[in-house]
């Protein structure tokens, strides 16, 4: 439970998308508030990444009302102070390939510069964020030729470097090995301690307890489980097989 002072950071009401004939999302209601990290869980084809599209303004629901930072952004339209505020990690990395490690994450720090707080120059933001990432040795390598679990580093740097008090991340540990996880689960505490949101679409339960202060299972577009804490793995994979009737 929230404190009625808190100020949601996402604020949906309602919200509904169809593609086609097909149903997606049924009258969700989501928030987020700062410092959490929600889990999303959910079968295959539950609207899981869709949810998380609509959030970070890629796509637009049907129906339904989104604010964001207490901004509409639907019906309405999201502002760039709002866009500029958001880190999006998605299936795909979201990067040029003709461009390097560097020449891609300075082209985003500029893209970003007037919306965040960071004065350095973008080539002193691209080399720490690649630091960070641990994917200094490889900053002037053509993008295209770095491995999937590199380029996942890289993704997690773009989506990252600008600190968003909002965090979307779809299947995060996809491709990475050990210290990539631990690597990434540390921004993920580092950025909820200072008071961002993060949603989260995993199916890895070990994350999810470790990480998340909330679960959400979506099943068949609507939100059937909602809960604050996240209960123990066992106790959580229970409730998702009673739900789905699928093992997580």
Not at 22 to 39: I, N, Q, Y
Not at 210 to 232: C, F, H, M, N, W
Request: proline share 6%.
């Amino acid at each position: 439970m929230q404190p009625e002072a808190a100020r949601s950071l996402v604020e949906a009401r309602g919200l509904r998308k169809a593609f086609g004939l097909s149903m997606v999302l049924r009258d969700v209601h989501f928030e987020v508030f700062p410092g959490e990290v929600v889990a999303v869980l959910g079968p295959n084809g539950a609207g899981k990444s869709t949810l998380l599209r609509i959030l970070g303004c890629i796509a637009r629901a049907n129906a339904g009302a989104l604010a964001l930072f207490g901004t509409d952004c639907h019906p309405g339209r999201p502002t760039r102070d709002v866009l500029g505020r958001i880190g999006f990690l998605g299936h795909e990395a979201m990067v040029y390939e003709d461009l390097s490690p560097q020449q891609n994450l300075e082209l985003f720090a500029r893209l970003y510069r007037g919306v965040c707080n960071d004065h350095r120059t973008p080539e002193a933001i691209a080399r720490t964020s690649l630091e960070r990432v641990g994917l200094s040795y490889a900053r002037d390598r053509g993008t295209r030729a770095l491995s999937r679990g590199m380029l996942q580093r890289l993704a997690i740097a773009r989506a990252t470097q600008h600190e968003p008090p909002l965090l979307l991340l779809d299947e995060p540990f996809t491709a990475l090995d050990e210290s990539g996880i631990e690597l990434l689960s540390g921004i993920v505490r580092g950025r909820a301690a200072e008071g961002a949101g993060i949603v989260m679409i995993t199916h890895d339960l070990a994350r999810v307890s470790e990480l998340a202060t909330r679960v959400v299972v979506l099943v068949g577009g609507r939100i059937a489980y909602d809960a604050s804490p996240v209960p123990p793995p066992g106790d959580l994979a229970h409730d998702y097989r009673r739900l789905t009737g699928l093992a997580v």
